[in-house]
């Protein structure tokens, strides 16, 4: 079945320092990605949704220049969270949507970030 | 513009007993629903999921949903609860447009008590 492989499932980093988060589709065509963020006992709000090889479309309230996202292949994302701050601490989780089912969604198993 | 309501963000049972956890949707058209279900620290893992045809849906585990339009809802069911059906369960309509985006309810947290 479709698989979508996310990286790394935990990280710590520095404030002001920069990380990368990937997604990887591994046996289908992702054309779409979606980026969520996730805060404890809370719902995914959706973040930014990216196409293969266009740029990302950001929800209203989303930093695009903060959290830089590139989906450069159908089988590779990217989320990547500029200058960190505490406040970015949180589970990102990717989804990608395959190419074979219009409704067919499968999600990543999410990236602990917490920034220290 | 969809939305998503999930009544009851903690619902507790026994084991053995009916699960019942509840979803009703706004749309302006008709809708594509689904059930995702999330343990600690994991991603999304779908249930199951109703776009057209037959209403009441089977899923994965056991669960199973019906579509109700007249009530705008898709409840989730499952007869015989089992410990490992503790976690977090999500109810998400998808939006209408090219990005067909998932749109998610505040979640319900099932617990299941031996």
């Known amino acids: 079945g479709a698989v979508v492989s996310q990286h790394p499932s935990r990280v710590i980093c520095k404030s002001g320092t920069s990380v990368k988060i990937e997604c990887r589709s591994l046996?289908?065509?992702?054309?779409?990605m979606f980026w969520y963020r996730q805060f404890p006992k809370q719902s995914l709000m959706l973040m930014a949704t990216?196409?293969?090889?266009?740029?990302?479309?950001?929800e209203q309230g989303v930093e695009k220049d903060k959290f830089l996202i590139n989906h450069a292949s159908l089988t590779l994302s990217t989320l990547t969270v500029t200058s960190a701050h505490p406040e970015d601490s949180s589970f990102y989780i990717c989804?990608?949507?395959?190419?074979?089912?219009?409704?067919?969604?499968?999600f990543g198993s999410g990236t602990r970030l917490t920034v220290v | 513009a969809q939305s998503v309501t999930q009544l009851g963000s903690h619902v507790s049972v026994s084991e053995g007993a009916l699960v019942l956890l509840r979803c009703n949707y706004s749309s302006s058209v008709p809708p594509y629903l689904f059930w995702y279900v999330q343990y600690p620290n994991q991603g999304l893992q779908l249930l199951l999921k109703y776009t057209t045809g037959a209403t009441l849906v089977k899923g994965i585990n056991g669960f199973e949903a019906e579509f109700k339009k007249s009530e705008t809802s898709f409840h989730l069911t499952k007869p015989s609860a089992h410990m490992s059906d503790a976690a977090e369960y999500f109810c998400?309509?998808?939006?209408?447009?090219?990005?067909?985006?998932?749109?998610f309810g505040t979640g319900t947290l099932l617990a299941v008590q031996p």
């Open positions: 998400a309509v998808s939006a209408t447009g090219a990005t067909n985006k998932l749109i």
């Open positions: 046996d289908f065509q992702a054309t779409t």
């Open positions: 989804s990608a949507r395959y190419r074979a089912s219009r409704y067919g969604y499968t």
């Open positions: 990216s196409n293969e090889g266009s740029k990302a479309t950001y």
